[in-house]
């Protein structure tokens, strides 16, 4: 099983209102996660990205988090005060070029040791290329067409050093990029930083399927979870590659009690205070892109139809087509007497283990057995201290099991996951 831990502070999902929860800037916060991480032998310490504080109704959304630090000036700090555990950064193929990008993650990965790992986002949003020279100028249609060609172009940068440590040049033409010289950092200790791609939709499969060592994902049950990754394995044949080359890790919560029935109850409680009723009517907004400010969270679901395209809110991805989904929402809440904030609670979930730390350990673990996920990358509810009881009261159980490691084999993040190191294509 591999195990990765998600810096939480990104938004409302974070509960703000909790008396342990700290800064989402100050050093410490990460310090404390990254280690508590490392201590726990986890692979990776990953870091979200945003590039534009996100608006509701032409205003800063004050329900989020204003402010998030970037991400890779904050693993090259935390490569200081770690030894083993991966450090991975979410940066934006749209808006970034390869020859800084590539060179900034190369930097990282010899700060650490061979540590690296980038989360290959993308984006088609003209909102957010506002704050860039370039704007919004990249269609939809466009975003992983040039997300492929940036990480083939990144990888050639790599390997325009050779293993022995010398420097050639390098030339690369394309339909996204026309770019010549020489690159300035010797070959990484583990000869290129790790990629990972975060997308669950058929392009996002096809690209991690591509050009990823371990795709970022979401599943709602063990049948969708089996479903996904017996899917994404397959289409890896296609590119010359084995089912263990991509690791598939999904996204999850977690939840420790001393007994099922009170690790449920802590549950309740902590989406209820996530999904606060200014937030679910948010949610609703989101979705039907209208003003519900006169609706009752606690009251039914909104009976109009949604309004595409209206941009009341700015900087979040709405995921599917708005009347499936208003459609689905409305079968749960009739099916299940919901109001709208219940309704909210019950589809936005992330998977979730919940109970005592032997449920939890076995119910991890049955997901790899079943070929699910290879391993899951958990997102806390709290900043910093989210990780602590899953590490000091789970891990060691997987441990005793022999389902997750007690020591690192080796130092670099591709030992932990039992990858490869690229061969060099000079």
């Known amino acids: 099983m591999h195990l990765a831990a998600h810096f939480p502070g990104v938004n409302a999902t974070t509960v703000w209102a909790d008396p342990r929860s700290r800064s989402q800037i100050d050093f410490s916060s990460f310090v404390h996660l990254a280690r508590t991480a490392e201590r726990g032998r986890f692979d990776f310490f990953f870091l979200a990205e945003g590039l534009r504080l996100r608006e509701h109704n032409g205003r800063v959304h004050d329900l989020d988090v204003v402010g998030r630090p970037e991400s890779l000036t904050v693993l090259n700090a935390l490569a200081a005060v770690t030894e083993r555990l991966g450090l991975a950064a979410t940066v934006n193929a749209t808006f970034n070029e390869p020859y800084e990008l590539a060179r900034r993650l190369a930097t990282l990965d010899h700060l650490s040791a061979g540590r690296a790992a980038w989360n290959v986002v993308t984006s088609s949003d003209a ?152 937030n679910a009517i948010l949610a609703a907004e989101q979705l039907w892109g209208t003003d519900l400010s006169a609706y009752d969270p606690d009251g039914p679901l909104p009976a109009i139809d949604p309004v595409v395209g209206s941009g009341l809110v700015k900087g979040r991805v709405l995921h599917g087509d708005p009347f499936a989904v208003v459609a689905r929402w409305r079968a749960i809440a009739e099916a299940k007497g919901l109001s709208l904030r219940q309704t909210v609670i019950e589809t936005t979930t992330r998977q979730s283990f919940i109970g005592s730390p032997r449920t939890v350990a076995a119910e991890l673990t049955a997901f790899v057995e079943e070929r699910a996920a290879d391993g899951f990358i958990l997102v806390p509810h709290l900043t910093p201290g989210g990780l602590d009881d899953f590490v000091d009261r789970v891990v060691p159980l997987l441990q005793e099991s022999g389902a997750f490691r007690s020591e690192y084999s080796g130092s670099t993040l591709r030992s932990h996951l039992g990858l490869a190191e690229p061969v060099w294509k000079g």
Do not use: C
């Open 127 to 278: 909102f957010t290329g506002e704050n860039f020279r370039r704007g919004g100028y990249l269609d939809r249609a466009d975003r992983y067409t040039r997300a492929a060609e940036f990480v083939a172009t990144a990888r050639e940068l790599w390997d325009s050093w050779t293993p022995d440590g010398e420097s050639r040049p390098f030339a690369h033409e394309g339909g996204q990029f026309t770019i010549s010289g020489e690159f300035t950092v010797p070959r990484s200790p583990q000869g290129h930083p790790v990629v990972i791609q975060a997308g669950d939709s058929g392009e996002g499969r096809e690209f991690a399927a591509s050009a990823a060592d371990i795709i970022f994902t979401r599943h709602g049950t063990l049948e969708a979870g089996r479903d996904f990754y017996a899917d994404v394995k397959a289409r890896l044949a296609a590119y010359g590659r084995k089912p263990d080359d991509l690791k598939i890790m999904p996204g999850v919560t977690v939840v420790v009690g001393d007994t099922d029935a009170q690790a449920q109850e802590q549950a309740y409680e902590i989406r209820r205070q996530q999904v606060s009723p200014q």
